[in-house]
Nanobody
Framework: QVQLVESGGGLVQPGGSLRLSCAASGFTFSSYWMYWVRQAPGKGLEWVSAINTGGGSTYYADSVKGRFTISRDNAKNTLYLQMNSLKSEDTAVYYC?????????WGQGTQVTVSS
């Protein structure tokens, strides 16, 4: 069965960095685009970033462009999100998702809290 397991979240001060990881299993990871999606407290879902199957094409929401970097290691079946220059408004649960014409699988999420 498809499993997506995020890790790497936590509490960080404004301006700090975190690296999220998502371990994928139960499907051919290298065949799928992958997305990161987040949900801030009391708000709706926000698409953050996307990466194509080979990792050569990446896309970002304007709110994170220039600060976040999505990447993948197909040999390790792992998706990453490097987050730099974090702001309080980046506080959210971050989800790793699989895209196949639509987002069809979600991880359990990892909490990122940016606060001094």
């Amino acid at each position: 069965q498809v499993q997506l397991v995020e890790s790497g979240g936590g509490l960080v001060q404004p301006g700090g960095s975190l690296r999220l990881s998502c371990a994928a299993s139960g499907f051919t990871f290298s065949s799928y685009w992958m997305y990161w999606v987040r949900q801030a407290p009391g708000k709706g879902l926000e698409w953050v970033s996307a990466i194509n199957t080979g990792g050569g094409s990446t896309y970002y929401a304007d709110s994170v462009k220039g600060r976040f970097t999505i990447s993948r290691d197909n040999a390790k079946n792992t998706l990453y999100l490097q987050m730099n220059s974090l702001k309080s408004e980046d506080t959210a649960v971050y989800y790793c998702t699989r895209y196949s014409d639509y987002v069809d699988y979600w991880g359990q999420g990892t909490q990122v809290t940016v606060s001094s």
